[in-house]
């Protein structure tokens, strides 16, 4: 069974940074792409960052870009949500998430039950 | 970036009803579309993807079609375990874009 615990949210001054963790178990790890995508309080969702099953690329909504780095460490099962410069907009949910095993193109099939992150003075 | 837009915001229905969100983008995604069921203060829930593929375990009243930028998903006979609120989401390109999300409330 699939498993994703996320962990690392909390309050955070503006300005400052923050490191989100997701530990997945229950499926192959490294030959999974993964997600981060958020919840803003009563809002809709926004994807935020991936990280490849292949080459372990990374990509990153513009919103974003340029603060957040996502990373794994796949011998430990865990994925990373760096993100510095935090500004009050990036208060949300942050949910991890899997990537289907199979397919072309594949959507997430699995998340976790989200952290909250927010950021205020 | 693809914009997806669905209609309607809020949906009122009773048990029982037929139901049929719409879905559309702002340029093709071919047939990259999911749907995720989520309640309150829960992650998101797959339900559909490749257009009309149903998720393991998502029950037969759910189905989807649709293809380029038009897309529905339907609930045959609403449930009361089905009143929740539904998002779309193309993956045919980065970023990942969602719909704003449809609302399915009791009537």
């Known amino acids: 069974q699939v498993q994703l615990v996320e962990s690392g949210g909390g309050v955070v001054q503006p300005g400052r940074s923050l490191r989100l963790s997701c530990v997945g178990s229950g499926f192959t790890f490294s030959y999974s792409g993964m997600h981060w995508v958020r919840q803003a309080p009563g809002r809709g969702l926004e994807w935020v960052a991936v990280?490849?099953?292949?080459?372990?690329?990374?990509y990153y909504a513009d919103s974003v870009k340029g603060r957040f780095t996502v990373s794994r460490d796949s011998s430990k099962n865990t994925l990373f949500l760096q993100m510095n410069s935090l500004r009050p907009e990036d208060t949300a949910v942050y949910y991890c998430a899997k990537e289907q095993d199979y397919g072309d193109y594949r959507t997430s099939d699995s998340w976790g039950q989200g952290t909250l992150v927010t950021v205020s003075s | 970036d693809i914009q997806m837009t669905q209609s309607p915001s809020t949906l009122s229905a009773s048990v029982g009803d037929r139901v049929t969100i719409t879905c559309r983008a702002s340029q093709s995604v071919r047939s990259w579309l999911a749907w995720y069921q989520q309640k309150p203060g829960k992650a998101p829930k797959l339900l559909i993807y490749?257009?009309?593929s149903l998720e393991s375990g998502v029950p037969l009243r759910f189905s989807g079609s649709g293809s380029g930028t038009e897309f529905t998903l339907t609930i045959s006979s609403l449930q009361p375990d089905d009143f929740a609120t539904y998002y779309c989401?193309?993956?045919?390109?980065?970023?990942?874009?969602f719909g704003q999300g449809t609302k399915v409330e009791i009537k």
């Open positions: 989401q193309q993956y045919n390109n980065y970023p990942w874009t």
């Open positions: 490749k257009t009309s």
């Open positions: 990280i490849t099953h292949t080459r372990g690329n990374t």
